[in-house]
Structure formats: structure tokens, C-alpha cells
């Protein structure tokens, strides 16, 4: 199996696909998605607690396909997690992963590169990036995201409320310190506090502390 770094070329547009360009804090940096899932896995990466960072098709593979032909195998990306373990994500809808034909190349291009590079390459689905509310949540923090964060009411209100709280918690004690209800929903924007992104967002929800 050989390895040969991916040269992208980015259209302006392509029929029936929903591509653009997602604005990753983590990476610090533009991620360009070739679909609407690549969007919101990317999204969903970005706010996943145990990455670190990651990479849009950081790399392409020619290896011998079951046909016993040469063929090309681009990987959707790449991510590092917070123990520095390097895995590369294929991002695919549930029902194309559950497809015979499509379980069996996977399966022989996974095993080829585990044998050959010593790399892992997993699925990422609609199915995890979409569970519940989780887009709902995220799509509403990242617009958030663009507001800076006040540090020092920032710090005054982690340390009142502690490790782990509320949101209505935090909402009450936002209030009585005089912060506004918008410092708190920049708290959950910034990560200063995480919570499951995948329930609906009520005063019960739990919040942990994060970044």
C-alpha cells in the first residue's frame, strides 16, 4: 500500500452537494467539507472533549483493490486525541455503512492499512454526529462562539458554581453575581462548562466543567 499526500481542489460549487467551509476553533483554522455530514462531523469534532485536533483528507492511499486492480482510497480525516493516538475517520451516512458491498471494501481496505501502516481507520456516522439534539446544541454554540469571553466574570463564576452544576444553577448564580444570561450561554460556546450534547438543553441539565 503506498501513501501520497493529497492535493485538493477546491470548486466553487458542486450539483446536489452541500460544501463549504466549517470555521474550526480547535484547528484554529478553516475546514472545508465536501457534504452537509462532513459539516456537522466537524462540527460535532470540534466540540468533542477527548480531540485534540484533526485534519480534511489529510491523505490518500493507492493499494490493490478485491478486483486485483490498483485504486485510490481518500480518508475523510484524520484526528489526534488527548492522549497524542493518531486515528483516521471515514465520515459516512449509517445506511451506506450497512450497505454488503460497501462493508466488505471497507473491510479489506481497513485491514490492509492496519496490516501494512499499522493505522486504524474507523467509521464516524449520522448515527453518533446527529444523535438527539446534539446538532441543535451545536450549531447554536458556534454562532456563539464568535463573542469573546469575559475572563474575569468568567472565573468568578466557575469558581461560585464549582466542577459540576446546573444549567439552572448557573443561570441563578449568574443572576445574583449580577453577570448577564448571555455570559453563561457564552460559558457552554467557549467550553467552559460541557454538558451531553445530545439532550435537550434544561435547567436539569448537568454541566461539568471543561475547557
Same mark, same amino acid.
Not at 112 to 128: G, M
Given at each position: 500500500m503506498n501513501q501520497i499526500k493529497k492535493t485538493r481542489y477546491l470548486p466553487n460549487?458542486?450539483? #446536489?452537494?452541500?460544501?463549504g467551509f466549517f470555521q474550526s476553533v480547535k484547528n484554529g483554522s478553516r475546514v472545508w467539507c465536501d457534504s452537509h455530514l462532513e459539516l456537522m462531523?466537524?462540527?460535532?469534532? +470540534?466540540?468533542? =472533549?477527548?480531540? @485534540?485536533?484533526?485534519? =480534511?483528507?489529510? @491523505?490518500?492511499?493507492?493499494?490493490? #483493490?478485491?478486483?486485483?486492480? +490498483?485504486?485510490?482510497?481518500?480518508? +475523510?480525516?484524520?484526528?489526534?486525541d488527548n492522549e497524542k493516538s493518531i486515528k483516521k475517520?471515514?465520515?459516512?451516512?449509517k445506511v451506506f455503512v450497512d450497505d454488503p458491498a460497501e462493508q466488505q471494501r471497507f473491510? /479489506?481496505?481497513?485491514?490492509l492499512l492496519l496490516e501494512s501502516k499499522n493505522q486504524l481507520?474507523?467509521?464516524?456516522? +449520522?448515527?453518533? @454526529?446527529c444523535k438527539g439534539f446534539t446538532q441543535q446544541n451545536l450549531t447554536r454554540l458556534c454562532h456563539l462562539r464568535k463573542l469573546s469571553l469575559n475572563k474575569e466574570q468568567a472565573l468568578t463564576l466557575a469558581? =461560585?458554581?464549582?466542577?459540576?452544576?446546573?444549567?439552572?444553577?448557573?443561570?441563578?448564580?449568574?443572576?445574583?453575581?449580577?453577570?448577564t444570561p448571555r455570559m453563561t450561554?457564552?460559558?457552554? =460556546? /467557549?467550553?467552559?462548562?460541557r454538558f451531553d450534547y445530545a439532550e435537550l438543553l434544561t435547567s436539569e441539565t448537568k454541566l461539568e466543567i471543561g475547557a
Amino acid at each position: 500500500m503506498n501513501q501520497i499526500k493529497k492535493t485538493r481542489y477546491l470548486p466553487n460549487y458542486r450539483n #446536489g452537494r452541500g460544501i463549504g467551509f466549517f470555521q474550526s476553533v480547535k484547528n484554529g483554522s478553516r475546514v472545508w467539507c465536501d457534504s452537509h455530514l462532513e459539516l456537522m462531523s466537524y462540527r460535532y469534532l +470540534d466540540f468533542k =472533549a477527548d480531540i @485534540v485536533s484533526y485534519k =480534511a483528507q489529510p @491523505v490518500q492511499y493507492i493499494y490493490e #483493490g478485491l478486483n486485483g486492480k +490498483d485504486t485510490g482510497y481518500t480518508v +475523510d480525516t484524520e484526528v489526534i486525541d488527548n492522549e497524542k493516538s493518531i486515528k483516521k475517520l471515514e465520515i459516512k451516512p449509517k445506511v451506506f455503512v450497512d450497505d454488503p458491498a460497501e462493508q466488505q471494501r471497507f473491510r /479489506h481496505f481497513r485491514e490492509l492499512l492496519l496490516e501494512s501502516k499499522n493505522q486504524l481507520v474507523e467509521y464516524l456516522t +449520522d448515527e453518533e @454526529v446527529c444523535k438527539g439534539f446534539t446538532q441543535q446544541n451545536l450549531t447554536r454554540l458556534c454562532h456563539l462562539r464568535k463573542l469573546s469571553l469575559n475572563k474575569e466574570q468568567a472565573l468568578t463564576l466557575a469558581n =461560585a458554581v464549582g466542577k459540576l452544576t446546573t444549567w439552572g444553577a448557573m443561570q441563578e448564580t449568574a443572576k445574583k453575581l449580577n453577570i448577564t444570561p448571555r455570559m453563561t450561554k457564552l460559558m457552554l =460556546a /467557549h467550553q467552559k462548562y460541557r454538558f451531553d450534547y445530545a439532550e435537550l438543553l434544561t435547567s436539569e441539565t448537568k454541566l461539568e466543567i471543561g475547557a
